[in-house]
């Protein structure tokens, strides 16, 4: 292993005596022990919120897209910003689990697996979109391609808004076997620690797991094949609905920059939404040993690296929009940063290229509540870039004839707060049902740190030092956490 993956190893992963079985108590303990009053009321909350959007879905399905504020020239606007947002959410999770994986980033282990759900749910938000978009979502099945009776009419494979549906699609099955095989070994742990249903649940879901030698080896053959497999995902998912605007010939779409600014943006904004997670769970489950400031401080040095380069693409579209000597291409941007929703640019700009340089400030980065806060308003303004994209881009086009404005209706707003009363609905059950932190990664990087640790105090006591060895098998100790 590489210098680089063993700094990992230095610094400890809880700040407490804890015991293997210690940590196999605590992350089982939420999925044992009645809910707090502050999972009930954040779950109330979130139903309340999913019920309002459900009921705005009907309501359009039923009445007809004319309930939004859409018009002839602006025909996209809050539902695919509202797709790209949540896409873009879930790509932190596949990158925690599989790139930092392949990389051997040890500090990974107690985020990725919450890191994985929320890909999974934040997918199911962003999916949701699209269909209700179409008027009748009960013809959504004419996308794939099959054998029909309607004379073989195939799908347009050259439209990229058929490629979002191979991307998608294929990156939640993915993240989701990659997610449930990581999964395994945790639940064949609550499956022995589980009674009368509940056991014969877990042990269906188990896959007959018996922590032999020749089961780990082939569990670590898959995972490593799964993270290689999904790696390459990261890269394309969003690249593919980058395409939904380069390729058209639109000013302000028509940019070759996209695919990888859209990359940097999903990564920036799925640590934010990750951050957000973590901060707010480990408060409430009193994890703050398992969760640690570390980790927190490496995800915001995720945020500074992926802010850095969605603010160079800010800049770069402006600058090749004055550079082509396209007036409309220039007329666009000036309109973006300027015209009347003048407002939002610089809300975007604000939270996506000011808020990140504060974790610059090893204070900032090091207190969870500042980062919870900065998270927040990342979120806001990554909401606010596809929102400029899209909107701006449309209500001012090539004839001045055709310009109009657009707000979005109650309607719309409805179904915003739905999508996020969804996606807390779905963690907070996940909270509840699974194992929130992957108790097998965990013990497994704390007893290599112990063997490590025992094998330094053994070299240490005979060269003549004072120190004895410790036993793998006593309480971790962990000293205090870097400054």
């Not at 005979?462 to 410790?470: N, T």
């Amino acid at each position: 292993m590489s210098e680089h993956a063993l700094s990992d190893l230095r610094e400890p992963l809880v700040t407490e005596p804890r015991t293997m079985a210690g940590i196999t108590d605590e992350v089982c303990a939420p999925m044992e022990r009645r809910p707090s009053i502050l999972w009930t009321l954040a779950f109330l909350v979130a139903v309340v919120a999913l019920a309002i959007g459900v009921w705005a879905v009907q309501h359009t399905i039923r009445k007809g897209i004319g309930v939004w504020g859409l018009n002839k020239t602006v025909g996209w606007a809050f539902d695919i910003t509202n797709f790209v947002f949540w896409v873009g959410i879930g790509h932190a999770g596949t990158l925690i689990s599989a790139i930092l994986f392949l990389f051997r980033q040890k500090w990974r282990t107690s985020v990725n697996r919450a890191a994985e759900a929320m890909t999974l749910f934040a997918v199911m938000c962003a999916g949701l979109f699209p269909i209700i978009h179409m008027g009748r979502p009960w013809l959504g099945f004419w996308m794939l391609p099959y054998p029909n009776t309607r004379g073989s009419l195939w799908v347009n494979f050259r439209s990229p808004l058929l490629w979002d549906v191979f991307a998608i699609s294929t990156y939640f099955i993915v993240s989701a076997v990659f997610w449930y095989v990581g999964l395994l070994p945790d639940l064949a742990t609550v499956r022995d620690r589980a009674k009368g249903l509940k056991r014969r649940i877990f042990g269906v879901l188990a896959l007959g797991w018996n922590g032999s030698q020749k089961t780990w080896l082939r569990y670590e053959t898959v995972y490593l094949l799964l993270a290689a497999l999904a790696t390459p995902l990261v890269l394309s998912v969003h690249t593919i609905v980058s395409m939904d605007f380069a390729t058209s010939v639109l000013p302000g779409w028509h940019t070759p920059i996209f695919p990888p600014y859209f990359v940097a943006g999903a990564v920036f904004s799925g640590f934010a939404m990750v951050l957000t997670l973590m901060i707010i769970t480990r408060k409430i489950m009193r994890w703050e040993h398992l969760i640690t400031v570390r980790h927190l401080e490496n995800m915001t040095k995720v945020i500074i690296v992926t802010g850095g380069i969605v603010g160079l693409a800010y800049g770069t579209e402006f600058f090749m929009a004055w550079y082509s000597g396209n007036m409309y291409e220039a007329f666009t941007f000036k309109n973006r940063a300027f015209g009347p929703y003048g407002w939002a640019y610089w809300i975007m700009v604000s939270c996506n290229v000011g808020v990140p340089q504060l974790f610059w400030i090893k204070k900032v980065r090091t207190s969870p509540w500042m980062i919870l806060i900065l998270a927040l308003l990342i979120n806001v303004g990554m909401w606010f870039e596809r929102f400029v994209i899209i909107v701006t881009s449309l209500h001012r086009d090539f004839l001045p004839s055709s310009w109009a404005m657009y707000a979005p209706t109650l309607i719309e707003l409805a179904i915003l707060l739905g999508s996020f009363g969804l996606f807390f609905t779905l963690f907070l059950l996940f909270t509840r049902v699974l194992p929130m932190i992957s108790i097998a990664e965990v013990k497994g990087v704390l007893g290599f740190a112990a063997r490590k640790r025992e094998a330094a105090a053994a070299a240490k006591a005979k060269a003549g030092g004072s120190s004895a060895p410790g036993g793998v098998g006593l309480p971790i100790a962990a000293s205090k956490e870097r400054s």
